[in-house]
């Protein structure tokens, strides 16, 4: 027994149960056949009712079936839930059963796309023929053959008093195999028939995805519905034969007419409201990315293809870029790329533009920079550049203004003079969780304003006399850097040029390879700059000006004779073996300094222990009058006669005035307390 949870309107339901004796459950038939009622959400009326008839009578035993017609003049509506409650009566016992389902309307295998391109750039008036669409690249409509068929329609509404003269069509038909071609028809309201447009069809030229086409037919006043205000005009789309994947792709359809009784230049009309073979709306849409996007395999691809699909894809990024319009994406495959003049941007004229690279693809530059950007909003991810020596990483804007670039997880490792950089007239660039290692010059260079570091890594190479992060130009103003470790940076960790002001260093770290913090501008912040150990040692000037930098060196002179600050802490904190430099620097003033004994660890142990020390040798004190055990006295011992160093205790003598200490052997001083007595102290002792 069973029932659909969904159907769509215009196809039937089937719904079955079976029938037991209520008293044995074994599969009986029902007395008569059993009832059902159908009810739309929470109505109180049924929409539809009748009766079950038995299935397979022969071969079954109290299985019930029924039919129902889902259909919108049997009263289905788009998402509403409906309800089949079944009723059966056995050996005069009834019993029941319900069913519940949700009906929705039937949606062709579309997406729709608003775009803000759609709409008529190009074309010419002349019936049955095509020009190259420049701009309007960006796919509106995507309709995808289930297999099926594909068949579908567009309705436009024209403008009060006017009559259909043209269609433009743009797009391309995608074949996934055989030999099918799209028919394009307009519908006649004379003659109640679809009219062919002369040679309307999508052929081979449609499959040059890389550029879409402006086809152009010229239509009749029969192809504008003139019943109806505003007069309706519909195109129909019908592939010759049916395929899994075949795909019709469409930029715009756009219907340019002319006033009845005279002519006018022709207009664009409003948006195609789309519905399918059954005359079903299909107005229903799934969001898509609006660009085009690219993919690029340097092992299995070819610039001869379209690189529109993964199994037609580019072999070059630089094809790719060449044929990406402005907020198209680019996608590479893992592999290295040995190309020249990449440029995300192309010389400036196209804007976000994505490259996204898969985890392993690396851009040599073939001997120049990996790559450069030159068009605002363009994004870089996932790309590995390895310039050769002397060469970039990765350059914004090294001709011309860019503006709010960004690149994420970036990396360049190699011999080459500088990892990332942006120009000075660049603005906003912004670079996250990316790495320049290895490089000779600079591993960040920020020229133009408003620049954003974050959560970056430059790791020169070692030895080398380089700069971390280098704000280099006066045009570098209110730029931050956050998150950022400099290593191995000889010259500077961190550097600004006179003019650059106003810029923020906040939770950034350096090394003790580096060199110094310098910072020539004027109102910077910095914050948590530190190296390994000491904050600000390496600082040579602050705020513009080196005064400020001497008096933080003159409380660091304070340290002096400390070679490690934080050996020196734990030494003194922790029991366990100590740092042998750090020893020798806290014994230089006298005596000897044990951090198994006198550390802040080894006392509080020795307190928790109960200050029986921690000697290795047991030692048994007796505390008495002279005659009589002495209970309940306090004792403590101490290296020193003065009481100031206390190495046991304080312990209380038992009923037999003795108390037991763990010591070393050595030289101590007794000392012991109770009320009423007197005694002196201190006493001393040798323990052997």
Same mark, same amino acid.
């Given at each position: 027994?069973?029932?659909?949870?969904?159907?769509?309107?215009?196809?039937?339901?089937?719904?079955?149960?079976?029938?037991?004796?209520?008293?044995?459950?074994?599969?009986?038939?029902?007395?008569?056949? +059993?009832?059902?009622?159908?009810?739309?959400?929470?109505?109180?009326?049924?929409?539809? $009712?009748?009766?079950?008839?038995?299935?397979?009578?022969?071969?079954?035993?109290?299985?019930?079936?029924?039919?129902?017609?889902?259909?919108?003049?049997?009263?289905?509506?788009?998402?509403?839930?409906?309800?089949?409650?079944?009723?059966?009566?056995?050996?005069?016992?009834?019993?029941?059963?319900?069913?519940?389902?949700?009906?929705?309307?039937?949606?062709?295998?579309?997406?729709?796309?608003?775009?803000?391109?759609? !709409?008529?750039?190009?074309?010419?008036?002349?019936?049955?023929?095509?020009?190259?669409?420049?701009?309007?690249?960006?796919?509106?409509?995507?309709?995808?053959?289930?297999?099926?068929?594909?068949?579908?329609?567009?309705?436009?509404?024209?403008?009060?008093?006017?009559?259909?003269?043209?269609?433009?069509?743009?797009?391309?038909?995608?074949?996934?195999?055989?030999?099918?071609?799209?028919?394009?028809?307009?519908?006649?309201?004379?003659?109640?028939?679809?009219?062919?447009?002369?040679?309307?069809?999508?052929?081979?030229?449609?499959?040059?995805?890389?550029?879409?086409?402006?086809?152009?037919?010229?239509?009749?006043?029969?192809?504008?519905?003139?019943?109806?205000?505003?007069?309706? &005009?519909?195109?129909?789309?019908?592939?010759?034969?049916?395929?899994?994947?075949?795909?019709?792709?469409?930029?715009?359809?756009?219907?340019?007419?002319?006033?009845?009784?005279?002519?006018?230049?022709?207009?664009?009309?409003?948006?195609?409201?789309?519905?399918?073979?059954?005359?079903?709306?299909?107005?229903?849409?799934?969001?898509?990315?609006?660009?085009?996007?690219?993919?690029?395999?340097?092992?299995?691809?070819?610039?001869?293809?379209?690189?529109?699909?993964?199994?037609?894809?580019?072999?070059?990024?630089?094809?790719?870029?060449?044929?990406?319009?402005?907020?198209?994406?680019?996608?590479?495959?893992?592999?290295?790329?040995?190309?020249?003049?990449?440029?995300?941007?192309?010389?400036?004229?196209? $804007?976000?533009?994505?490259? *996204?690279?898969?985890?392993? &693809?690396?851009?040599?530059?073939?001997? =120049?920079?990996?790559?450069?950007?030159?068009?605002?909003?363009?994004?870089?991810?996932? *790309?590995?550049? $390895?310039?050769?020596?002397?060469?970039?990483?990765?350059?914004?804007?090294?001709?011309?203004?860019?503006?709010?670039?960004?690149?994420?997880?970036?990396?360049?490792?190699?011999?080459?003079?500088?990892?990332?950089?942006?120009?000075?007239?660049?603005?906003?660039?912004?670079?996250?969780?990316?790495?320049?290692?290895?490089?000779?010059?600079?591993?960040?260079?920020?020229? =133009?304003?408003?620049?954003?570091?974050?959560?970056?890594?430059?790791?020169?190479?070692?030895?080398?006399?380089?700069?971390?992060?280098?704000?280099?130009?006066?045009?570098?103003?209110?730029?931050? !850097?956050?998150?950022?470790?400099?290593?191995?940076?000889?010259?500077?960790?961190?550097?600004?040029?006179?003019?650059?002001?106003?810029? !923020?260093?906040?939770?950034?770290?350096?090394?003790?390879?580096?060199?110094? *913090?310098?910072?020539?501008?004027?109102?910077?912040?910095?914050?948590?700059?530190?190296?390994?150990?000491?904050?600000?040692?390496?600082?040579?000037?602050?705020?513009?000006?080196?005064?400020?930098?001497?008096?933080?060196?003159?409380?660091?002179?304070?340290?002096?004779?400390?070679?490690?600050?934080?050996?020196?802490?734990?030494?003194?904190?922790?029991?366990?073996?100590?740092?042998?430099?750090?020893?020798?620097? *806290?014994?230089?003033?006298?005596?000897?300094?044990?951090?198994?004994?006198?550390?802040?660890?080894?006392?509080?142990?020795? &307190?928790?222990?109960?200050?029986?020390?921690?000697?290795?040798?047991?030692?048994?004190?007796?505390?008495?009058?002279?005659?009589?055990?002495?209970?309940?006295?306090?004792?403590?011992?101490?290296?020193?006669?003065?009481?100031?160093?206390?190495?046991?205790?304080?312990?209380?003598?038992?009923?037999?005035?003795?108390?037991?200490?763990?010591?070393?052997?050595?030289?101590?001083?007794?000392?012991?307390?109770?009320?009423?007595?007197?005694?002196?102290? +201190?006493?001393?002792?040798?323990?052997?």
């Amino acid at each position: 027994m069973g029932c659909p949870t969904e159907v769509v309107i215009g196809d039937d339901l089937v719904f079955g149960i079976t029938t037991h004796d209520p008293d044995t459950g074994e599969l009986t038939d029902a007395d008569a056949a +059993p009832i059902w009622r159908l009810y739309e959400n929470e109505t109180g009326v049924p929409i539809l $009712t009748g009766t079950m008839a038995k299935l397979d009578d022969a071969g079954t035993t109290g299985f019930y079936t029924e039919l129902i017609e889902c259909t919108a003049g049997n009263g289905f509506n788009d998402r509403m839930t409906y309800s089949v409650y079944i009723t059966a009566m056995v050996d005069g016992d009834t019993g029941g059963i319900c069913y519940a389902f949700k009906a929705k309307a039937e949606v062709a295998d579309l997406v729709y796309v608003p775009d803000a391109s759609s !709409v008529i750039t190009t074309g010419v008036e002349n019936a049955n023929t095509w020009t190259a669409c420049s701009t309007n690249n960006g796919i509106r409509w995507q309709i995808i053959d289930d297999g099926s068929g594909l068949d579908v329609t567009c309705e436009i509404n024209m403008g009060a008093g006017r009559s259909a003269s043209m269609v433009f069509i743009n797009g391309y038909f995608d074949r996934a195999g055989g030999s099918a071609v799209v028919e394009v028809y307009a519908w006649n309201y004379s003659s109640a028939d679809w009219d062919k447009l002369s040679a309307g069809t999508f052929n081979t030229e449609m499959r040059n995805r890389a550029n879409d086409k402006n086809y152009v037919f010229s239509l009749n006043a029969n192809h504008t519905d003139a019943v109806t205000t505003p007069g309706e &005009v519909k195109i129909r789309f019908l592939a010759t034969e049916a395929r899994v994947n075949n795909e019709l792709l469409l930029d715009y359809v756009p219907v340019t007419g002319i006033a009845v009784g005279g002519t006018t230049p022709p207009a664009v009309i409003a948006d195609a409201v789309w519905s399918d073979s059954r005359g079903h709306d299909v107005s229903l849409h799934i969001p898509k990315y609006i660009g085009h996007t690219y993919y690029v395999n340097g092992t299995l691809g070819s610039d001869a293809n379209t690189g529109l699909l993964v199994r037609e894809a580019l072999q070059t990024i630089g094809a790719a870029l060449a044929v990406c319009s402005s907020g198209d994406r680019i996608v590479v495959f893992a592999g290295t790329y040995a190309e020249a003049g990449l440029d995300l941007g192309t010389g400036a004229t196209k $804007t976000g533009v994505e490259l *996204i690279g898969e985890v392993g &693809v690396i851009l040599t530059g073939g001997g =120049g920079t990996c790559l450069e950007v030159s068009g605002d909003s363009c994004f870089a991810n996932g *790309i590995w550049g $390895t310039p050769a020596a002397g060469q970039m990483g990765f350059d914004v804007g090294p001709s011309n203004a860019t503006h709010r670039v960004r690149f994420f997880s970036c990396i360049s490792y190699s011999s080459g003079s500088i990892g990332f950089r942006s120009g000075a007239t660049s603005g906003q660039a912004t670079f996250n969780e990316c790495c320049a290692k290895g490089y000779s010059a600079t591993g960040f260079e920020l020229q =133009g304003p408003a620049g954003r570091l974050s959560h970056c890594r430059a790791v020169a190479a070692t030895g080398s006399m380089a700069r971390g992060v280098y704000l280099s130009n006066a045009a570098a103003n209110r730029c931050l !850097v956050s998150d950022v470790v400099s290593d191995n940076n000889g010259l500077a960790a961190y550097e600004t040029v006179v003019g650059a002001d106003e810029n !923020v260093f906040y939770g950034c770290a350096t090394s003790k390879t580096c060199g110094a *913090i310098v910072d020539n501008g004027t109102n910077n912040a910095w914050r948590c700059m530190c190296d390994e150990d000491v904050p600000g040692t390496n600082i040579t000037q602050i705020g513009g000006s080196t005064a400020n930098a001497t008096a933080l060196l003159t409380l660091i002179a304070k340290f002096s004779g400390i070679t490690s600050v934080t050996a020196w802490l734990r030494a003194m904190l922790r029991k366990d073996t100590a740092d042998a430099t750090a020893l020798t620097e *806290i014994n230089l003033g006298g005596g000897t300094y044990e951090e198994s004994k006198h550390s802040q660890e080894a006392i509080g142990d020795s &307190v928790i222990a109960g200050g029986g020390g921690e000697g290795a040798i047991s030692w048994e004190v007796l505390v008495d009058d002279g005659t009589n055990p002495i209970d309940g006295v306090e004792v403590w011992i101490t290296t020193d006669e003065a009481g100031e160093h206390v190495v046991a205790g304080t312990r209380t003598t038992n009923a037999m005035g003795i108390v037991t200490f763990m010591l070393d052997a050595g030289d101590y001083f007794l000392w012991k307390q109770i009320a009423g007595v007197e005694f002196t102290n +201190p006493e001393a002792m040798t323990v052997s």
